[in-house]
């Protein structure tokens, strides 16, 4: 069967079949099942736990949830700060343009959407410097017109939409940027990777930044990435991978276990959480692995970027 074809036949099941009763398989081919009976049969794994289909989501709500209001500080005491810098690479490598779209999946307390916005801002600010720099002999007039914040260059405003399963994690992010009052072009929205609460071709970009780990269906939530994406539109996740230095695995698998669930414990009063955060990044599939499962989902020119020797990547493909 051809990309083409394959697609528009999920199109098709999708819009004919309630979501709770098909299965796509990565292959393109579809089947309808009774969710009870496949759901309770099948299991996966939480962390290193072995469970039902039907519970992982509980389960990783129940884990952001719990997590929820130390969320921002226990990443910056986890990873030194460094998530900045994964965040602040991940912009420069998409650097998007103004009037793009962002929809940025498992957003969680909105660290992606706001750097987004910040990065397009700052990108216009630029532009506007260069464009004054250039006038031949202006007059002030024409010098503060350019520094009026209504451009009539900018064809449409960048809005970035953060969605995430989790209402607490969104309720204490959309918290944060309102009271420093920095909320303008973000929206927040409770939906489902593996059933986005969008129209087809919608977004420019979608990102997922450690998010895609904690899903029970993968393939089904790169199937949803691709239909909500307009046609050229830009796949991008952040997520901890593979090391690949043998010596820095070692080091990083000792810090993981035995200080994360800790610093969870001091910080959060949450250990077992915390345990699962590390657990979760060793069951995830490693670099080239998930490089497939993006092309099967129908992405062309897929690619990824290792960072921190591996700790994470980010891989890239676009909707033809
Ligand atoms: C580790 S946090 C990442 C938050 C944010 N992207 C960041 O980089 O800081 C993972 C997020 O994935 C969300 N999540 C888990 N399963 C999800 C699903 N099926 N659909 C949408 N969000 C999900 C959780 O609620 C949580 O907010």
């Known amino acids: 069967?051809?990309?083409?074809?394959?697609?528009?036949?999920?199109?098709?099941?999708?819009?004919?079949?309630?979501?709770?009763?098909?299965?796509?398989?990565?292959?393109?081919?579809?089947?309808?099942?009774?969710?009870?009976?496949?759901?309770?049969?099948?299991?996966?794994?939480?962390?290193?736990?072995?469970?039902?289909?039907?519970?992982?989501?509980?389960r990783v709500y129940k884990v952001f949830e719990n997590v929820a209001q130390k969320y921002d500080v226990m990443n910056d005491a986890m990873s030194l700060g460094i998530h900045r810098l994964w965040k602040d690479t991940l912009?420069?490598?998409?650097?998007?343009?103004?009037?793009?779209?962002?929809?940025?999946?498992?957003?969680?307390?909105?660290?992606?959407?706001?750097?987004?916005?910040?990065?397009?801002?700052?990108?216009?600010e630029r532009q506007k410097r260069r464009a004054v720099r250039t006038m031949q002999t202006p007059s002030w007039q024409e010098i503060s017109n350019s520094y009026s914040t209504e451009d009539k260059d900018v064809p449409q405003e960048s809005r970035a939409v953060v969605c995430d399963i989790n209402k607490e994690m969104l309720r204490v992010g959309k918290q944060k940027y309102e009271s420093a009052g920095v909320s303008a072009g973000l929206s927040w929205v409770v939906g489902d990777a593996e059933e986005l609460p969008f129209d087809d071709d919608q977004f420019d970009i979608y990102t997922i930044a450690f998010g895609i780990r904690n899903v029970t269906h993968i393939d089904q939530a790169l199937q949803e990435a691709l239909r909500v994406l307009k046609p050229g539109g830009r796949f991008m996740c952040l997520e901890f991978s593979k090391v690949t230095n043998p010596v820095l695995a070692r080091l990083y698998d000792a810090y993981s276990f035995q200080m994360i669930p800790v610093l969870g414990e001091v910080i959060a009063g949450d250990w077992k959480s915390y345990q699962y955060l590390v657990e979760s990044i060793r069951k995830f599939p490693n670099q080239e692995e998930f490089k497939s499962m993006i092309e099967d989902a129908g992405f062309y020119c897929v690619q990824y970027y290792n960072f921190t020797g591996g700790v994470v990547a980010i891989h890239s493909g676009f909707k033809l």
Do not use: W
């Not at 650097?95 to 397009?120: K, M």
């Open 91 to 124: 912009l420069h490598v998409m650097n998007p343009q103004s009037g793009a779209q962002l929809l940025d999946v498992a957003g969680g307390t909105g660290d992606i959407s706001f750097r987004f916005l910040e990065y397009v801002r700052s990108q216009q």
């Open 1 to 58: 069967m051809s990309v083409t074809m394959a697609v528009s036949m999920r199109s098709l099941v999708r819009r004919v079949i309630p979501l709770s009763h098909r299965h796509i398989n990565v292959s393109g081919r579809t089947s309808c099942r009774c969710l009870s009976d496949a759901a309770a049969d099948r299991s996966t794994h939480f962390g290193f736990e072995t469970v039902p289909e039907a519970e992982k989501a509980k």
